[in-house]
């Protein structure tokens, strides 16, 4: 008898500040009985003010910076692994601060799920509707982007309104209204409270009202699905590096090393080259367990070809029958990240998938208003955190998708070539 292996569902948890995010992942992770007793025993003696009556710090155990410790705020994005008979969790505790929104992004962009916590002590419910906050909206605008797959709308610190269903019920409106306009479809809410355990493992007694699953249930049980499912027959592999050993002219071996993006490989399959449009034949694939005749997509692979060709990192490798081609004017949703604005007469670097390339913004179709939820024409450069369209000319062809069609070659990120950061991360839209 084969036992099955547990999947791996990522998810990653999005809000304002103070929303209780590290609280929820601790009090999930301690309720889930998957630390261990050094782990407990550190927690405990790290909550001064713990008594019986008084709950745990759960936020450190994901606040692990000192900076983060101090600040009493999340900075940088957590990664926690753990796991349920059912599945295997990576989790990412993501800032809330407006100024670490680019961290969010990196936790979203593999993202199955977002947990987007709202503290429902912070919202003025006797306005209706319930105006919900800015980074909240942000927050859901960047997910529906990045396509993530299901959000799950965690109302939280309702026991500090005393487990109120008519404040659930206001908020959970609020939001229903926000998931129209954006067009979000997989929305699930859930009452909680982190502090206090309310529906994260188990049901709550307090909330007699809520007849649906606590948020691990939930977690457990929705379906993995990939909004880009490519077809498995038109391969691309992009070359992150090139492996040489030199030996006779009858041993030298040349490797072309990366991780199959989409589609399936096999020995003996014709590929085509980009962007040079040349064509070999596979002569041998390596994987971590050594020579293989196939692979799937997510492989990390090496391979080897039949021809001599001039192959270098940033070239990619596609089935001859791939209708991608190479392009040099690209339409994208761009979010902008740095706190110097765009400057439209400069360059950025670009990278995609192993590629590098100079680019420029050569125009700004449209800039999102978070409060009207439009596209209106862009009155100043970009500021940060601003969504925009954009299309943008680069000095060098890249082979890519829509980033609907295929996530890894439809996104990209601007690099400052000065300063070396990351000021922008952009999703195609349109090529050519």
């Known amino acids: 008898m084969t036992t099955q292996t547990p999947t791996v569902f990522r998810f990653i948890t999005a809000g304002s500040v103070d929303d209780g995010k590290s609280t929820l992942i601790g009090r999930l992770l301690y309720d889930s009985h998957v630390l261990l007793s050094d782990h407990i025993e550190q927690l405990k003696s790290n909550s001064y003010h713990h008594t019986d009556q008084a709950p745990l710090d759960f936020a450190l155990l994901t606040d692990g910076l000192a900076a983060e410790r101090e600040q009493g705020i999340t900075i940088d994005v957590a990664y926690r692994y753990f796991s349920t008979p059912e599945r295997k969790f990576i989790l990412a505790d993501t800032p809330g601060h407006e100024q670490y929104t680019r961290n969010m992004v990196t936790g979203a962009s593999t993202a199955d799920a977002a947990i987007v916590l709202i503290d ?138 990366g991780r199959l993006e989409q589609g399936q490989l096999q020995v003996g399959q014709t590929i085509r080259l980009l962007p040079s449009q040349q064509r070999s034949t596979i002569a041998a694939i390596y994987g971590i367990h050594g020579q293989q005749e196939q692979a799937q997509p997510g492989e990390v692979l090496t391979i080897t070809l039949q021809d001599e ?119 195609i839209e349109q090529l050519g």
């Open 120 to 257: 429902a002590s912070r919202l003025d419910l006797q306005q209706q509707p319930v105006r919900l906050l800015p980074q909240t909206i942000r927050h859901s605008v960047l997910l529906k982007r990045l396509a993530c797959p299901h959000i799950i709308v965690a109302i939280n610190k309702l026991d500090l309104l005393h487990y109120d269903a008519a404040a659930f019920t206001a908020i959970q409106n609020a939001y229903t209204q926000l998931a129209k306009q954006l067009q979000l479809t997989a929305v699930h809410f859930v009452p909680i409270s982190a502090l206090h355990g309310d529906n994260i493992v188990h049901s709550s007694t307090n909330m007699p009202w809520y007849d649906g699953p606590s948020l691990l249930t939930l977690l457990n049980t929705l379906p993995i699905t990939d909004t880009a499912q490519p077809d498995p027959g038109l391969a691309l592999f992009p070359i992150q590096r090139v492996a040489r050993q030199d030996g006779s002219a009858k041993d030298d071996f040349r490797g072309y090393q």
């Open 309 to 427: 060709l001039d192959i270098s990192r940033g070239d990619t490798l596609v089935a001859v029958e791939h209708p991608v081609q190479n392009h040099q004017h690209i339409h994208a949703s761009l979010c902008w990240f740095d706190d110097q604005p765009l400057n439209p007469a400069r360059k950025y670097w670009l990278k995609h998938t192993t590629k590098t390339v100079y680019a420029k913004i050569s125009g700004i179709a449209s800039v999102l208003d978070l409060h009207e939820l439009k596209e209106k024409p862009a009155a100043r450069p970009l500021q940060m955190n601003d969504m925009a369209k954009v299309q943008l000319l680069l000095q060098q062809p890249i082979a890519a998708n829509r980033y609907l069609d295929n996530k890894a070659t439809g996104a990209f990120i601007l690099i400052d070539d000065i300063s070396h950061r990351t000021v922008a991360a952009g999703m």
